[in-house]
């Protein structure tokens, strides 16, 4: 049976930034983090005609990943690849920091 080793260890206890994942775990009891809302705030400017926005960091406050709601009228009559296509290219400087993404889209029922 294998032992554990600290040293072994340490990079699993660590958050994708390096931070330690204690510091990851206290996200959980705060406000929205500077990256939310960085991400949020291109969301806005690529789609002025959204109706709603959510951006969630899944990965702890992180960093790593996060998760996207988006609701526009620019999404209508476009398949769901190409909105999603459509939010990637809104972030695609945003992304290049990051290790993961979820976006669900959606076009406002009238």
């Known amino acids: 049976m294998a032992t554990w080793c600290p040293v072994a260890a340490a990079p ?5 930034r390096g931070y330690p994942l204690l510091l990851c775990a206290h996200r959980m009891f705060t406000s929205q983090t500077e990256g939310e809302l960085r991400v949020t705030q291109v969301l806005k400017e690529k789609f002025p005609r959204a109706t709603a926005i959510k951006v969630t960091d899944i990965s702890g406050g992180c960093g790593a990943m996060y998760e996207i709601k988006i609701e526009s009228e620019e999404f209508k009559e476009k398949k769901t690849v190409q909105q999603h296509q459509m939010v990637n290219q ?21």
């Open 90 to 110: 809104a972030l695609k400087e945003e992304i290049k920091g990051m290790h993961g993404l979820r976006i669900f889209t959606s076009v406002p029922k009238c």
């Open 12 to 16: 699993l206890l660590r958050g994708s």
